[in-house]
């Protein structure tokens, strides 16, 4: 499975983006798919996660009510909505799928079986 990210940039504080994440190799329905970021100098951190139909979502403390995930199996591809962006948000994005990766969420566990190269987001204040 191969993963590619797209829709980083540079936005304002308040600001949106909208990040994608196109799968291929395999049916992105097959597994649970998810975002995660990590800063300079900082661990990798949770954002989201939505299983293989969309029905069941995960988000990290700090975006709840910000960010929203979803998925298109139809295009292979998942989404991360960003509002309300602040600089605490800058970090490089990463996609991830794993077929349990709920699981690993609900461990603490940010193990997955394939990552996208990351696009960088940088709010500025």
């Known amino acids: 499975v191969q993963l590619v990210e797209s829709g980083g940039g540079l936005v304002q504080a308040g600001g949106s983006l909208r990040l994608s994440c196109a799968a291929s190799?395999?049916?992105?329905?097959?597994?649970?798919m998810g975002w995660f970021s990590q800063a300079p100098g900082k661990e990798r951190e949770f954002v989201a996660a939505t299983s293989g139909t969309g029905i069941v979502t995960y988000y990290g403390d700090s975006v709840k009510g910000r960010f929203t995930i979803s998925r298109d199996n139809a295009k292979n591809t998942i989404y991360l909505q960003m509002n309300s962006l602040n600089a605490e948000d800058t970090a490089v994005y990463y996609c991830a799928a794993d077929e349990r990766l709920l699981q690993n969420i609900r461990r603490g566990d940010f193990a997955a079986d394939y990552w996208g190269q990351g696009t960088q987001v940088t709010v500025s204040s």
């Open positions: 190799g395999r049916a992105s329905s097959d597994y649970a």
